[in-house]
């Protein structure tokens, strides 16, 4: 019989035991997948100089401005330590592992030892989207290059990504953090989309997924994520997220923003929604002739589209594609987007915390 003072170092070993297997079930779930590069803890060291450039950080840990031996630049993705099975690791390689595409980032190699875990991706000279469209008080980031031609092109890029995401690909991939801190820009403003953490695969031809919880960033995340009775959750939730972030690239400011209007206070999808019904002046940033104001309006119309509350209500992303190729004549003004409102977004907010 064992004595009591023996339980504790039994749990011990189990739990050591138990820590092993899920190491080595990662491993067995890193090596079924392609032939990627694989890299040691040391070697990240080496092609970032210790870590020495900072290019960005989020939740999921830090990114590192990064040299292969072959002169090459990449960026590095160190991942904090993570706990469980390391989910949002796996998702991340599983998903942009079964990607290749122009407007999706190229993953290169990882780094799977122990705790250390790493990601090494093609690096991007003009880094995220974000900051071409608010800096860090909110105003206007003066950039030339981002005039509106160069808007509208990027809106389409990431269109073409994500249409790749959700029909090109040989499984359904659903991405779930669509936002312009996850586009990448390189040297030609061509878009990338990145960060494949919270990804989920699709098998075969299924139109919606299984979700325990919402998942995405607040400002972002499609109602029906976290009100079951609006509709399933599919690929029409990433359209939901891609029509927010247009939003944010014609306004240049956060959609979770209040907009002030002569006297009152009202949301920008509401406001702008009544401009464009109203025929009125959009009054943005940069507009300078006719064709300014024609890709600004066919950007707002396909965005508010996108925004509808009932997912069946949004376009596919092949729909977004080819009304962003066609003339804005021919788009229709959506039904106002009634529960898109401050006031939600504080729910997400408290409900994420």
């Known amino acids: 019989m064992l004595s009591f003072r023996k339980k504790p170092m039994i749990r011990r070993i189990m739990a050591l035991i138990k820590q092993r297997g899920k190491h080595f079930d990662g491993e067995m779930k890193i090596e079924g997948l392609i032939s990627l590069r694989r890299y040691t803890y040391k070697d990240i060291k080496k092609m970032t100089n210790s870590f020495k450039e900072k290019l960005g950080q989020g939740s999921y840990g830090c990114v590192y401005k990064g040299k292969l031996r072959d002169g090459q630049l990449v960026a590095v993705k160190l991942l904090k330590k993570l706990k469980g099975d390391a989910e949002e690791f796996f998702n991340e390689v599983a998903s942009i592992s079964k990607t290749s595409h122009v407007n999706v980032v190229n993953l290169l190699g990882l780094c799977f030892e122990g705790s250390k875990r790493a990601l090494v991706y093609e690096f991007m000279p003009n880094g995220s989207l974000e900051k071409f469209i608010f800096n860090r008080s909110n105003t206007l980031e003066v950039d030339h290059k981002l005039n509106w031609d160069t808007l509208y092109h990027i809106s389409l ?68 994520l976290y009100r079951r009775n609006i509709g399933g959750v599919s690929h ?28 009152s206070e009202i949301y920008f999808p509401h406001w702008v929604h009544q401009r464009v019904e109203l ?75």
């Not at 953090?177 to 919270?198: A, Q, R, T």
Request: hydrophobic share 35%.
């Open 157 to 224: 890029g990431i269109a073409h990504g994500l249409e790749y995401l959700h029909r090109g690909c040989n499984t359904r991939i659903l991405h779930f953090d669509i936002k312009p801190h996850n586009i990448l820009l390189d040297g030609n403003y061509c878009p990338k989309i990145s960060d494949f953490g919270l990804a989920k695969i699709c098998p075969g031809e299924e139109s919606t997924v299984s979700m325990l919880g919402a998942r995405g960033t607040p400002g972002y995340i499609a109602p029906e």
């Open 279 to 353: 025929q009125e002046e959009l009054g943005l940033h940069g507009i300078t002739n006719e064709e300014d104001e024609e890709i600004a309006k066919k950007m707002i119309v396909i965005s508010l589209w996108c925004i509808q509350i009932d997912p069946r209500s949004r376009p596919s992303m092949t729909q977004v594609v080819e009304m962003l190729k066609g003339s804005v004549e021919a788009l229709q003004i959506p039904p106002k987007p009634t529960l898109s409102s401050p006031s939600t977004s504080l729910e997400l907010v408290s409900a994420s915390e």
């Open 236 to 263: 029409k939730s990433d359209v939901y997220s891609y029509g927010m972030m247009v939003l944010e690239m014609v306004s240049k400011r956060k959609n979770t923003e209040i907009w002030a209007d002569r006297t």
